[in-house]
């Protein structure tokens, strides 16, 4: 079925640091992809975006690549703060199915000072 | 410009129950959604709305009913509350197809 999946539940990091979450997705007909932050008790919040006619997007200090091939997408966050402490989700829009999202499982960033 | 409210923030219900979750947007949104998240896990889509009038299925519809008679508002029925309905409820619209949805804060729901 379709699914959308994160390889690292957690991951920790030093402030500073360079942060990579990584997502696989199974459906070749999504065609548009989103990465949302949600912090405790808060809603998620949209980051960054990216469509398929595109290989890589870049933000204010995070940048998402999609390689098609694998069916894989990361999230880059440059110089972690601890603000950004928080779990991410990928999420996938299948092509013409009326904006649905499928969301991967999340990963928990934690940022040490 | 308030966004997507959810009201209410927290609620408790008793087995059987019946309740309404509301959710409104004031963006002009076309597609609106209900997701239901569990501890640890990803959100999963209960019912989404294309447009005024038009509702449909997500992944986890059961014992959910959704009507959209204005552009605005979104509610979710609880029909015979469960246990298994105990959750934290999170409403989404978007103006497009592709566009990233705007969440809602999220009504808290326990089911005892």
């Known amino acids: 079925g379709e699914s959308v999946g994160l390889h690292l539940p957690t991951l920790s990091v030093q402030e500073g640091d360079n942060s990579i979450i990584n997502c696989a997705y199974s459906n070749s007909a999504s065609d548009y992809f989103i990465w949302y932050k949600q912090e405790s008790g808060k809603g998620p919040q949209f980051i960054i975006d990216?469509?398929?006619?595109?290989d890589k997007r870049q933000g204010q200090r995070v940048t998402v690549l999609l390689n098609k091939t694998v069916k894989h997408l990361s999230l880059q966050i440059a110089a972690t703060q601890p603000g950004d402490s928080a779990v991410y989700f990928c999420?996938?829009?299948?092509?013409?199915?009326?904006?649905?999202?499928?969301f991967g499982q999340g990963t928990e960033l934690s940022v040490k000072p | 410009n308030a966004g997507v409210t959810q009201t209410p923030k927290f609620q408790v219900l008793k087995t059987g129950q019946s309740m309404t979750l509301q959710c409104a947007q004031d963006?002009?949104?076309?597609?609106m959604s209900w997701y239901r998240q569990d501890p640890g896990m990803g959100l999963r889509l209960i019912h989404y709305?294309?447009?005024?009038?038009?509702?449909d299925q997500g992944e986890v519809p059961n014992g959910y009913n959704v009507s959209r008679s204005t552009t605005e508002d979104f509610p979710l029925r609880l029909l015979s509350a469960a246990p298994s309905q105990t959750s934290v409820y999170f409403c989404?619209?978007?103006?497009?197809?592709?566009?990233?949805?705007?969440f809602g804060s999220g009504t808290r729901l326990t089911v005892v």
């Open positions: 989404a619209s978007s103006y497009r197809e592709t566009d990233g949805y705007t």
């Open positions: 999420a996938e829009n299948p092509y013409n199915q009326g904006g649905k999202l499928i």
């Open positions: 990216i469509r398929s006619n595109m």
């Open positions: 709305s294309v447009g005024a009038g038009i509702t």
């Open positions: 963006m002009n949104h076309e597609y």
